[in-house]
């Protein structure tokens, strides 16, 4: 049983042209294995804090529903709420970030199992392997959103196909690149030129997330008390109160991309026509959720807004000293700057977008950071700062040269 549950079902054939059928059924059987644990985890957690949550109406059908439905949440599949006595209904999707990174990791543990067990060589073999995981796990979180499909909340399963098909692909393409030990051989995919900004500015997103993150568990430590009483303010036992704080600890990756927002300038928003920024807060009453204790309360004092400043000058420096990996001079080292900011705004906006979303009905529907305006802002303070860091150096090299 332990064997079952630690490894993906992966056997070698021998004989290669038996290889291409059974790396498809092995594919499938790897997909089913990461969704049927991920959702036995799910099932069993959230069967734990409905048996134990006394004021709780719910059957244990709905239980099972709901945990279907935070295993597609995960999948940024929205869910559709339907209204009733006159209110309006309602869309969430904003993914505990955290669930999904857990979910990425048991696709991308298939992968990898199936790219040893075939004996996979080239990167061709690893894209008939991130295929034959993905496309399956898409179908079956098609068939998840159907079981997940109750009275009140609707998934799509169209949506849960596509997001299943992109996770997948991705997750078990990256899985499959680490357990054929190729990793390096995507360099030879992108062009020559490309190198250098790309691997410059990727550096970038860790920096500001790692800020943000600091950020957010500072102001909760100072907060805790606030946190403190808005979890016991939910009357929940001590088993519901421990789920509570576990779907906190999922949406902590949301918080510190909420944070890289009010770190880089922009802010970010805890509901419609609201604003949280180091200029100022405007701000409304928010759900009782331990994790916004951690939320700004006004303008940032001068240690938060120092600290800011040093997190985006250490994305700068970071992106600028991984340039000097690749030399380059006059227009070929401008493009490079110019290029790695760009890369590092593009991927901290699809990061920011991924991490915000609408979290329930009315003014929630608007929950994050806004992925273009953080995304042009970062671009241009990382640019700026790589570009001086390039130019010290290369000044300071050629002083060197000099003597």
């Not at 134990?52 to 945990?67: L, P």
């Not at 992109?166 to 690149?177: D, N, V």
């Not at 906190?248 to 922009?266: E, H, I, Q, W």
């Not at 493009?335 to 900011?341: N, V």
Request: hydrophobic content about 60%; charged content about 10%.
């Amino acid at each position: 049983m332990t064997e079952l549950l630690t490894r993906p079902p992966a056997a070698v054939a021998d004989d290669p042209a038996e290889a291409t059928p059974s790396l498809w059924w092995r594919g499938a059987l790897g997909a089913l294995w990461a969704i049927c644990l991920g959702v036995a985890v799910l099932v069993v957690l959230v069967l734990i804090i409905w048996a134990t949550d006394a004021q709780s109406g719910a059957s244990a059908g709905q239980a099972m529903q709901a945990a279907l439905q935070l295993w597609l949440l995960a999948h940024k599949v929205p869910l559709h709420i339907a209204g009733g006595h006159g209110q309006p209904g309602a869309t969430i999707a904003l993914a505990p970030l955290g669930l999904t990174l857990a979910l990425v990791l048991l696709v991308a543990r298939a992968g990898a199992v199936l790219a040893r067990g075939s004996r996979i060589g080239d990167l061709q073999g690893v894209a008939t392997v991130a295929a034959a995981v993905g496309v399956p796990y898409g179908v079956l979180a098609a068939f998840v959103a159907a079981a997940a499909h109750g009275d009140a909340v609707r998934p799509s399963p169209v949506a849960a196909l596509g997001a299943g098909l992109l996770l997948g692909t991705a997750a078990a393409g990256w899985g499959a690149l680490r357990g054929a030990g190729h990793t390096s051989d995507l360099r030879a995919i992108v062009p020559a030129r490309l190198h250098a900004p790309i691997a410059a500015g990727a550096a970038a997103l860790p920096v500001l997330m790692g800020a943000g993150l600091v950020l957010v568990l500072g102001s909760l430590a100072v907060h805790a008390h606030t946190a403190s009483t808005l979890a016991d303010g939910l009357g929940a036992g001590v088993v519901a109160t421990g789920g509570l704080l576990l779907l906190d600890a999922l949406l902590l990756p949301n918080a510190a991309l909420a944070a890289v927002g009010y770190v880089t300038g922009p802010g970010f928003a805890l509901g419609a026509a609201t604003s949280y920024a180091q200029t100022g807060v405007t701000s409304t009453a928010l759900p009782s959720l331990p994790l916004l204790a951690a939320a700004p309360q006004g303008a940032a004092p001068t240690g938060v807004r120092v600290l800011c400043l040093i997190a985006i000058a250490a994305a700068g420096v970071v992106v600028g000293w991984r340039l000097r990996r690749f030399p380059a001079t006059g227009w070929t080292a401008v493009r490079d700057i110019a290029g790695a900011g760009a890369v590092a705004g593009l991927m901290t906006a699809l990061a920011v977008g991924l991490g915000g979303g609408a979290a329930g009905p009315g003014r929630m529907a608007v929950v994050g950071a806004s992925p273009w305006q953080v995304g042009l802002v970062t671009a241009g303070e990382v640019t700026a700062v790589a570009a001086l860091v390039v130019a010290v150096a290369a000044r300071a090299g050629w002083r060197a040269g000099r003597a």
